[in-house]
């Protein structure tokens, strides 16, 4: 293909909802750019495995166009995945005048648009024979405004069907529009939130009470509001889905309960409240020892009763416990898997942690697994459709090689990882095999720039890089793990005392920005294998000493910094960059020679695979 801009409609959010002229594309296509949230990030599989990728969300059009510039100019093809339909509300535009401009093709490529994603959620039609036959898309303003000849009152007056985008966190204006063009009170409106996806939600009301029912449950974004004539014949249905006459707003604390029965259950209890850190315990009072830590409450009601509390309250509860107790004892309480909290069941030693209610949408699966790595048991999923399987994200060092940077933050970031919310990656040396169990919630980054401005709430970095001081500015949690990547190469003089080799290792890093931390071995000439202070220097600090030959050394071409020094007391073109290329078996230097008083140092990155 050829340089070429494709705006694609990538659909409402189920993947299989994309049409198969955009996956022909999306595969092809050397550069993807998606919309963050909005477009499912399962649709990215289709793309190449060398396609650059990036999220718009992010990026400003600036930023999006020079992308979009850099890749046409290199004769790439550049799918541009819009959500929906790229045609209603996306913003393309602005787009393609800039690309107009630069004289950059374009074209777009339709898509299913939430507006029929969330219709068909309703099972009935927009347009019905006798009642209305024409649609308004149509907003109320926010940041945009809308034509003072559109306002929602008097579009209202047709009594046509309206689907309002961008509109889900002003449902009360909507509303006092609608009843300001005469609309009754008790006509009917929905609500869709994130039509097609897994964890779509459809609320029926009427404008009395559909304001209060999204407030409820949550809905700010990504829904629709839809009012029609067609939607009259529905109300029956509408009384029994989901929320009847009685709808009671939930409010209850993102900290999980920790409910346990027996003796050897609250030890287990116990043990789980401290690696939660932000759990409350509900233990029988017997139990309990005499001075229980904070967040704990002795209970001598029925195990019924502390099930039912702790199912009101939290959003997430542990069970120590037979499950036959817990399904028994909860179920007249459950609702949907929209608003129950997760429920996990765990024997009383900890060794299987069996999500048992809410496992995608709620957590629940990823609670079980959090449990599994904090106890060291097993987590069971019975979910069909498993992408949630969490990486072990305290195990990675050990399973890797890697040394976790102090000052993290890694039960916030695993919390972070378990509570769904937006994880950014980066990483730019070390094993990739991790990086398959990451969930859809998780980002991997191009650089570390690309993950700050995608301001996710928590970060995972794997990288030898010191990353700008703006990272934890930007993101409040962050773990960084140093992989053992580097190699670096050391010449020195005879008689160099070990603190001056090490000052001159971490100094040449420190100015290169790399952490200490990623070095993998130290390398020299075998003239050196005996160096006092060179051997001091690795015991010191832990480093492997490899040693070449003057032959290997001698062989290594094409030098940044040759030494006519080494060529005459040693017969080679120099032995920090030639040593450290050896080791790390690479072609180019990462920090070319640095010269100290007595010592010499480069460094080279390790490429695994070779
Ligand atoms: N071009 C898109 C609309 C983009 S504007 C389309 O054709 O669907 C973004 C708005 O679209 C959101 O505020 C929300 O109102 C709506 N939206 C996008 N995806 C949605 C979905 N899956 N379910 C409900 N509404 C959605």
Known sequence: MTAHIYFIGAGPGDPDLLTLKAQKIIAAAEVVIYAGSLVNPAILAHARPDAEIHNSAGLNLTAQIE???????????????HTGDPTLYGATLEQMRELSRLDIPYSVVPGV??????????????????????????????RTPVPDTERLRDLAAHRTSIVLFLSAGMVAKVVDELLAAGYPPHTPIAVVYRASWDDELVLRGTLETIAAQTESAEITHQALIIVSPVLEKNTAAADSHLYGAAFAPIARTDRPAIVALTRRGTETGLRLHRAFGDSTLYAPARFLPADPPADTEG??????????????????????????????????????????????????????????????????????????????????????????????????????????????????????????????????????????????????????????????????????????????????????????????????????????????????????????????????????????????????????????????????????????????????????????????????????????????????????GR
């Not at 979009?68 to 995945?81: E, F």
């Not at 939430?114 to 898309?137: H, M, N, V, Y």
């Not at 019975?382 to 090689?401: F, H, I, N, V």
């Open 113 to 142: 648009s939430s507006a029929f994603a969330a219709t068909a959620a309703l099972k009935t039609e927009l347009t019905a024979p006798g009642q209305t036959q024409t649609i308004i898309f149509t907003r109320v303003a926010g």
């Open 67 to 81: 992308i979009m510039r850099t890749a046409a100019a290199q004769g790439k093809t550049v799918a541009r995945l």
């Open 299 to 608: 209970y001598t009601l029925s195990v019924r009763q502390v099930l039912h509390r702790a199912f009101r309250r939290h959003s997430a509860m542990v069970c120590i416990m037979a499950s036959g107790i817990v399904v028994r004892e909860l179920a007249p309480v459950l609702r949907s898997k929209h608003t129950d909290p997760a429920v996990v069941v765990m024997d009383e030693q900890g060794r299987n942690a069996i999500s048992l209610l809410s496992g995608h949408k709620g957590g629940a699966n990823l609670l079980a697994q959090r449990i599994a790595q904090l106890l060291g048991g097993r987590a069971i999923l019975t979910t069909a459709s498993d992408g949630q399987r969490l990486p072990a994200l305290d195990l990675l060092g050990e399973r890797y090689g890697w040394q976790l940077e102090a000052g993290g933050d890694m039960t916030a970031v695993i919390a972070a990882m378990v509570n769904g919310e937006p994880v950014g990656v980066f990483q730019d040396g070390g094993d990739e095999t991790w990086l398959a169990d990451l969930p859809p919630h998780a980002t991997r980054h191009p650089t570390g720039e690309a993950l700050i401005a995608a301001r996710p709430n928590a970060a995972i970095i794997v990288s030898p890089r010191i990353l700008p001081a703006d990272l934890r500015r930007t993101i409040a949690r962050v773990i960084v793990y140093r992989p053992p990547v580097l190699a670096v190469g050391v010449g020195c003089n005879r008689g160099t005392p070990a603190e001056e080799i090490i000052s001159a290792v971490t100094e040449t890093l420190a100015q290169a920005e790399l952490s200490p931390l990623s070095i993998v071995t130290l390398a020299t000439i075998e003239d050196k294998a005996d160096e006092i202070g060179l051997l001091e220097a690795c015991r010191r600090e832990n480093w492997r000493l490899q040693i070449f030959t003057r032959a290997d050394i001698a062989a290594v071409k094409n030098l940044p910094n040759p030494s006519p020094w080494a060529m005459k007391a040693l017969g080679v073109p120099g032995v920090a960059e030639p040593a450290a290329l050896l080791a790390a078996k690479a072609d180019t230097l990462l920090v070319e020679k640095r010269k100290f008083a007595n010592v010499t140092v480069a460094v080279a990155q390790y490429m695994p």
